[in-house]
């Protein structure tokens, strides 16, 4: 009975977090007469909404631009993550508590304070409008580099000293034998901050004007608030459906690895 | 050779490879801050040369009703928000740390919308509060009862922003949870059983203690949250109904970019951030005393 | 945000495996593929020695067509000076734009998009050329304009800085059949008979206790230049022709105001606009009686009506008490050349290009919005365009009585704050007009002084 109770719960919760998805997916194909039906049933399937945001907006265009933005960011993230969290964490020089020090403080400013002047920056950069707008002010995390730093920390010294003694720079040190120890630590960097800059779009909103540089979460709100969907709601939501695929495509990739490798390793609550 | 000569000695690569973050902290933290702080004293709408107003901007602040408006709809949202998010998360917390069949994907599912985008989770939202052909009215019709005025109403708007916001975020708080049930050591549970504990003791004696820490957690993470929000009324309602909508970043956002008062707007963004700073920080002491 | 979480979820993840980056590794790569493979490649026309003049236009359709239409044809005759076409960068407004683009130095040669209300920071940032300058300047602007209309473009320092090109008159659109049945047999002039109509026309259809067709709709956000298209037109139609400032000072608060704001209450409260946010397009669905709006609509509805859908064209409802020629908001676009360019001769030359009567022509035809031209109804040159199409002929009929802005730097603001009490007032109810009106304008004139200070 009890059993039964926590199953129904739990049943409840996943209809209330999973129906509005299903929902959304389904009401995409349907015309825009029957769209405010909430049930799942598609009478006649069309496509049309897909079409008008095919023709309408360059959709295809913009999940290239964030692909490349987040795949640029993330890259950039994890390789300066990792360069600056190795100097942090296993070399002796006089500035190092201070710049330690620095990053613990970055990392507490609200973005608020720091918004208006970043963009500031990139109009006198005269980067309003280029891809460098949306890459350089996120290529170096301070999350990342106290992630990597403290997985560094824990990398045997022994490691280092037979490297130094083969006549390895600490560049080497890093990419030969550091890197190669690190992929967990890389994931969870590469996933956040692949995460946070596809997501993100009140900062592309601000520099990005040109449709063909902009970001799919930019390109869907502008579609959606603007007049370019004509007050329409297949194809708004047909735009959003495009824009939640590949995240939640990707998500089933992890998501699928996540359940089995509970089952394998038979890590239960 | 002698570049590597120059790379062995640890010091040397020590300052080379931090170098990077230096120039990042120069550019782009340092420089915005202290730029920042020389907007909030001056008048600019980066067009036309920066005129220094002495202490203006913050005169101008104390006798803004929509900033308070701002402030106070932040308060409501977050009133509304972070004891929803900790009821929700909790309750799912814990059925999900019994000995249940298909956790991971009740725990995949839980956790979706926090992984979509804001914007997906507000155009697909905006259409479930149509006032007249959404699906939450079409129901509550077809339940014979009456429509809510969601997005329309001003005492209605924001917190169906707040519930919202519950729905998307409330994936990961339970996972935060989740975490924190799982450190609590058994043994004291069975303690507590010999003592003849009942269930509602054990949750409130042991559990609720126990997850202190992923309480405060929830707690400031909602609290940035609050003071961050921007795309789901700028999309939803552009701040009204009757200024009720209107964010803390939604009034930076139209200050700066509508009206072209840069220095005002820094002058608003800093206020919030110390806000925030003030809040958080209240909001430990209180939570940690406990 | 997610940072903490993200970190536990994948130390779960242990042991990592090389085939889960495999596998990661492999989906980005086929996801980056397939998107490769369609994305376009961007215009890749880059020859040498030769001028250019890059030229932004509106981003709408209709008038992205006419653009290349004629940007065509100039690069056709003029083989030395091309001109590169470009639809301002979509976004909010194009002010927003345009001031980033000044402040970071990208402005185009040429902008024919320019909205007199923000003209002044834009003058004041000495990102415009000044057009007087041109010798056949004035010879050019009094064969097409009449003196005072031109006047009025006027800027504070005696200069000026923007061709007139076309304006786009807010009338009232209205759906033929929906009246008939109604058995309202002419368009509403007046208030009263506006909300006697309205009274007969909103209703509930399917009896569910809550009407589905109604005499209006507009866009209830809080939006500054939403007021553009309903207070501001009333307005100037109730106060014949005035706008927000005479002489300098803010005139708001006065008896015409209070007027609209009552009016515009009444609309709201005997529920004949409708506060939720309508989807689709409900003028053409025909459950919505009434439009405001300027002459682009006329093609719009050409494009996308039903084969049944009859409409007809009014100047907007004025007070019951007013007498005289009905105004209206006539939202000017203008032409500007901007000091980045290099070459501001051929830009000037390319502007009269575009303003000659042939172009005025296509603009008319392609995109249904009126060029600002004296004589433009009786002109034998415009005479055939004006017969075949009657409705754009009352849009032309009514140019001549239209107003634009004030060019203040605060408009922006002045109309937040009218949003702001038209919403208290209007929409919700919670606000006297007289109050509305006067808090308005009170907080207008707080907000300016602060700007001065």
């Known amino acids: 009975m009890k059993k039964f109770v926590v199953y129904l719960v739990l049943i409840v919760g996943g209809v209330i977090f999973f129906y509005p998805f299903l929902w959304m997916i389904m009401a995409t194909f349907r015309s825009e ?14 496509l049309h909404n897909y079409e008008i945001v095919f023709k309408r907006i360059p959709i295809l265009r913009a999940l290239f631009n964030s692909l490349f933005v987040s795949l640029s960011v993330t890259a950039s993230v994890i390789f ?3 360069v600056v969290g190795y100097a942090l964490s296993r070399l002796k020089f006089k500035i190092k508590g201070l710049i330690l020090g620095v990053i613990l403080f970055t990392m507490v400013i609200p973005f608020q304070i720091t918004l208006i002047p970043m963009y ?11 891809y460098l707008a949306l890459i350089v002010p996120g290529m170096i995390s301070s999350f990342g580099i106290l992630l990597f730093r403290q997985f560094f920390l824990d990398i045997p010294q022994d490691l280092i000293d037979a490297a130094r003694i083969d006549g390895c720079n600490d560049f080497q040190i890093l990419f030969k034998i550091f890197l190669p120890l690190s992929k967990p630590v890389m994931i969870t960097v590469g996933i956040f901050s692949f995460m946070a800059t596809w997501n993100d779009v009140l900062w592309p909103m601000l520099v990005i004007r040109t449709r063909e540089l902009m970001t799919m979460p930019q390109l869907v709100t502008l579609f959606s608030i603007g007049g370019e969907a004509e007050g329409q709601l297949g194809p708004q939501l047909a735009a959003t459906t495009l824009l939640a695929l590949p995240i939640v495509v990707a998500y089933a990739f992890f998501q699928r690895y996540f359940i089995e490798s509970m089952a394998t390793t038979g890590l239960k609550g | 050779m002698r570049k590597t000569g120059f790379l062995l000695k640890e010091e040397h690569s020590g300052y080379l490879m931090s170098l990077p973050y230096v120039v990042y902290f120069c550019l782009f933290v340092a420089f915005p801050l202290i730029f920042s702080f020389i907007l909030v004293f001056h008048r600019w709408n980066i067009i036309t040369p920066m005129e220094f107003i002495g202490l203006g901007n913050f005169e101008r602040l104390f006798h803004d009703v929509q900033f308070f408006k701002a402030l106070r709809n932040t308060v409501i949202f977050l009133l509304i928000h972070i004891p929803l998010q900790i009821v929700v998360a909790l309750l799912f917390a814990t059925l999900l740390s019994q000995q249940i069949k298909a956790k991971g994907l009740f725990r995949a599912i839980y956790f979706m919308p926090v992984i979509v985008s804001g914007v997906v989770v507000t155009i697909l939202w905006m259409q479930l509060y149509n006032y007249d052909a959404g699906i939450l009215n079409v129901l509550l019709s077809k339940l014979g009862l009456k429509r809510v005025p969601w997005l329309i109403s001003p005492s209605w708007a924001m917190p169906s922003i707040a519930i919202m916001a519950t729905w998307k975020n409330v994936g990961l708080y339970i996972v935060i949870f989740l ?20 269930g509602l003791q054990k949750f409130f004696y042991i559990t609720l203690p126990s997850l202190n820490s992923a309480m405060v957690l929830v707690i400031i993470l909602s609290t940035i949250g609050g003071f961050s ?22 009034y930076i956002y139209n200050q700066a970019f509508y009206f072209g008062h840069m220095g005002y707007a820094a002058t608003l963004g800093f206020s919030f951030a110390m806000i925030v700073f003030v809040v958080i920080i209240i909001q430990r002491k209180i939570v940690e005393r406990k | 945000m997610f940072i903490v979480f993200l970190c536990d979820l994948v130390y779960n993840l242990n042991p990592i495996s090389d085939s ?22 961007g215009d890749s026309t880059s020859e040498v020695n030769e001028v250019y003049l890059t030229y932004w236009c509106s981003p709408n359709q209709q008038e992205i067509e006419l653009a290349q239409k004629v940007v065509e044809i100039w690069n056709d005759e003029h083989d030395s000076v091309k001109v590169r076409l470009q639809p301002i960068p979509a976004s909010q407004s194009s002010e927003e734009v345009l001031l980033a683009a000044i402040a970071g130095g990208t402005t185009p040669d040429i902008c024919s998009n320019m909205w007199p209300g923000a003209m002044s920071d834009f003058i004041k940032a000495g990102g415009l050329v000044c057009l007087d300058t041109f010798p056949d300047f004035y010879d050019v602007m009094l064969s097409r304009v009449p003196d005072d209309l031109l006047e009025s473009f006027r800027a504070e320092d005696g200069h000026f800085y923007q061709v007139p090109w076309k304006c786009n008159p807010v009338m009232m659109v209205y759906n033929v059949k929906l009246f008939k049945e109604a058995g309202i047999e002419k368009p509403p002039a007046t208030y009263s008979e506006f909300l006697a109509a309205a009274r007969k026309i909103s209703k509930d259809i399917d009896g569910d206790g809550k009407p589905d067709r109604w005499m209006g709709y507009r866009d209830i956000k809080p939006i500054w230049w939403q007021r553009l298209f309903d207070f501001y037109p009333f307005y100037i139609a109730a106060t014949g022709g005035g706008t927000l400032f005479k002489k300098g000072k803010l005139i708001l608060n006065n008896p015409a105001a209070v007027k609209v704001f009552s009016f515009f209450q009444r609309l709201y409260m005997e529920n004949y606009f409708p506060r939720s946010t309508l989807q689709g397009d409900q003028f053409l669905a025909g459950n919505i009686a009434v439009q405001f709006s300027g002459t682009w609509i006329v093609s719009y509805i050409e494009r996308f009506k039903r084969e049944d859908f009859e409409y007809d064209i009014a100047p907007v409802p004025v007070p019951d008490d007013y007498r005289g020629p009905v105004y209206t908001y006539g939202d000017p676009k203008n032409i500007s050349i901007f000091s980045t360019t290099h070459y501001p001769g051929y830009a000037w030359e390319f502007v009269k290009f575009l303003i000659s009567k042939a172009n005025d022509l296509a603009l008319l035809r392609k995109c249904t919005q009126i060029p600002v031209r004296k004589d433009l109804v009786t002109d034998e040159y415009f005479k055939e365009y004006f017969k075949e199409n009657p409705k754009i002929r009352k849009f032309a009929e009514q140019a001549p009585y239209t107003r634009g802005v004030d060019g203040v730097p605060d408009l922006k603001e002045i109309f937040h704050i009218v949003s702001l009490e038209y919403e208290a007032c209007c929409i919700y109810g919670v606000k006297e007009p007289g109050k509305a009106v006067q808090d308005a304008e009170r907080n207008a004139k707080v907000v300016m002084e602060w700007n001065r200070q």
């Open chain 2, 229 to 250: 929000l921007f795309i789901e009324p700028f999309v939803m309602t552009g701040g009204g109904p009757m200024n009720s909508t209107l964010s803390a970043m939604l």
């Open chain 3, 20 to 41: 889960l980056i495999k596998r990661t590794m492999l989906f980005l790569s086929v996801l980056l593929f397939v998107v490769g493979c369609v994305r376009d490649v």
């Open chain 1, 120 to 130: 500031i920056l990139m109009v006198k950069f005269g980067w309003v409008d280029t």
């Open chain 1, 80 to 82: 300066f993550g990792s």
């Open chain 2, 179 to 198: 975490v924190g049930l799982q450190n609590i050591p058994g043994y004291l549970y069975e303690a507590a059983e010999i003592d003849g504990a009942s």
């Open chain 1, 33 to 46: 007469i029957d769209i405010g039906y909430p049930g799942l049933f598609v009478k006649s399937l069309t």
